[in-house]
């Protein structure tokens, strides 16, 4: 039993010399309500606005240090002197409703007495948006009145052995019936665009979808496909242009297998000779390791006209390996001014499965 207790009071005195955790320092700065709901507002009738009232319930002043919001629509104003003991402040929040139709959530975060003071409003709502123009809904305009949502496609990472769609919207802003067709600066088989009307009245509305298909084509890296639409037989010379880069596809990979595969981590993808004469050569080493669980393979190059790097397709690097390899910059026939070329790498790294090394300089 004494032993017992000499325990229990050596225990005792050791959690005594443990530091205990220090409890956050209460704020002083106490709003009156820290959330307002604007309930249902229409985007034609412009910025609305919400008083916030709080007092300084501590012993000493303060003043406001800074309040910082979620987006760029919400802009608060606030008491800029010093808040006295049992004083009043106010945190005025304006928010503009302009192009954001639908339900809003923003948070303001005001901070004062040296960051002692942390203290978050909330302001919600529901936004009924105005009604669009043509031009606003479809600001891109083809020819004889024919508009479109957009004219650039980026459809990110192409799954080779697969097929991925992005589609853009299409509208006839003229007093007239026009026909469409589509007209491929170059026809691949693997892009196609389908219209989903290609007689349109006035009025009238369409979708086209514009889709890769790499189930049968053995491509790697960046693909960029150009066409135009043919309006009542007329090819228009607005340029529509869709872009990917083909990779590997990893969409049947579950989450494990995903954290355990390839990672490529480089020493850099980016360098600077400074300037240098037309015709000079110019090489700069770069590392690539492999901090991955799986072999990191490099699938695909893609020289540029000014670079090349001392890498090779097929190249695997075990998990744990480091290589060192070297890029090459050539401005022979190169203009003066700035200038940059790069290399492109396609990599079995389902994080990040295209890397550029890009080298510039300045042209004397």
Same mark, same amino acid.
């Given at each position: 039993?004494?032993?017992?207790?000499?325990?229990?009071?050596?225990?005792?005195?050791?959690?005594?010399?443990?530091?205990?955790?220090?409890?956050?320092?209460?704020?002083?700065?106490?709003?009156?309500?820290?959330?307002?709901?604007?309930?249902?507002?229409?985007?034609?009738?412009?910025?609305?606005?919400?008083?916030?009232?709080?007092?300084?319930?501590?012993?000493?002043?303060?003043?406001?240090?800074?309040?910082?919001?979620?987006?760029?629509?919400?802009?608060?104003?606030?008491?800029?002197?010093?808040?006295?003991?049992?004083?009043?402040?106010?945190?005025?929040?304006?928010?503009?409703?302009?192009?954001?139709?639908?339900?809003?959530?923003?948070?303001?975060?005001?901070?004062?007495?040296?960051?002692?003071?942390?203290?978050?409003?909330?302001?919600?709502?529901?936004?009924?948006?105005?009604?669009?123009?043509?031009?606003?809904?479809?600001?891109?305009?083809?020819?004889?009145?024919?508009?479109?949502?957009?004219?650039?496609?980026?459809?990110?990472?192409?799954?080779?052995?697969? #097929?991925?769609? *992005?589609?853009? !919207?299409? %509208?006839?802003?003229? @007093?007239?019936?026009?026909?469409?067709?589509? $007209?491929?600066?170059?026809?691949?088989?693997?892009?196609?665009?389908?219209?989903?009307?290609?007689?349109?009245?006035?009025?009238?509305?369409?979708?086209?979808?514009?889709?890769?298909?790499?189930?049968?084509?053995?491509?790697?890296?960046?693909?960029?496909?150009?066409?135009?639409?043919?309006?009542?037989?007329?090819?228009?010379?607005?340029?529509?242009?869709?872009?990917?880069?083909?990779?590997?596809?990893?969409?049947?990979?579950?989450?494990?297998?995903?954290?355990?595969?390839?990672?490529?981590?480089?020493?850099?993808?980016?360098?600077?000779?400074?300037?240098?004469?037309?015709?000079?050569?110019?090489?700069?080493?770069?590392?690539?390791?492999?901090?991955?669980?799986?072999?990191?393979?490099?699938?695909?190059?893609?020289?540029?006209?000014? #670079?090349?790097? *001392?890498?090779? !397709?097929? %190249?695997?690097?075990? @998990?744990?390996?480091?290589?060192?390899?070297? $890029?090459?910059?050539?401005?022979?026939?190169?203009?003066?001014?700035?200038?940059?070329?790069?290399?492109?790498?396609?990599?079995?790294?389902?994080?990040?499965?295209?890397?550029?090394?890009?080298?510039?300089?300045?042209?004397?």
């Amino acid at each position: 039993m004494r032993t017992f207790a000499i325990l229990l009071s050596t225990l005792g005195l050791f959690f005594q010399g443990i530091p205990q955790a220090q409890s956050k320092t209460p704020s002083t700065m106490k709003f009156t309500e820290e959330s307002w709901n604007f309930g249902t507002i229409q985007e034609a009738d412009g910025e609305v606005s919400h008083t916030f009232v709080f007092t300084n319930t501590g012993q000493d002043p303060f003043v406001i240090e800074r309040v910082t919001t979620t987006c760029g629509c919400t802009t608060p104003e606030y008491t800029r002197a010093p808040i006295l003991p049992g004083r009043n402040g106010t945190i005025k929040v304006t928010f503009n409703p302009e192009s954001r139709p639908g339900p809003f959530q923003k948070t303001i975060t005001v901070t004062s007495r040296s960051s002692q003071n942390q203290n978050q409003l909330h302001i919600t709502g529901v936004v009924i948006g105005r009604p669009r123009s043509p031009e606003e809904e479809y600001p891109v305009a083809v020819s004889g009145g024919l508009r479109t949502t957009r004219q650039t496609c980026g459809l990110g990472y192409l799954p080779r052995g697969g #097929t991925k769609s *992005t589609t853009v !919207e299409y %509208m006839n802003n003229s @007093p007239t019936t026009i026909a469409l067709d589509v $007209a491929y600066a170059k026809k691949n088989n693997y892009f196609t665009v389908v219209l989903s009307q290609k007689t349109l009245p006035p009025g009238g509305k369409g979708v086209m979808t514009l889709s890769y298909d790499l189930r049968e084509a053995d491509l790697w890296g960046r693909l960029n496909d150009e066409f135009h639409l043919v309006i009542n037989g007329t090819p228009a010379k607005t340029r529509f242009s869709a872009t990917g880069i083909a990779t590997e596809d990893f969409s049947s990979l579950s989450q494990q297998e995903l954290d355990q595969a390839a990672k490529a981590v480089f020493s850099s993808q980016y360098y600077h000779f400074g300037n240098l004469k037309a015709g000079s050569i110019r090489k700069r080493e770069f590392t690539i390791t492999n901090s991955g669980n799986q072999p990191l393979r490099i699938q695909h190059l893609k020289q540029g006209p000014h #670079t090349t790097v *001392t890498l090779h !397709e097929g %190249m695997t690097l075990n @998990p744990g390996q480091r290589i060192t390899f070297t $890029a090459t910059l050539n401005t022979t026939g190169v203009e003066s001014g700035r200038f940059m070329d790069n290399t492109v790498i396609i990599l079995n790294d389902p994080q990040r499965p295209m890397r550029e090394i890009r080298l510039a300089a300045t042209i004397l």
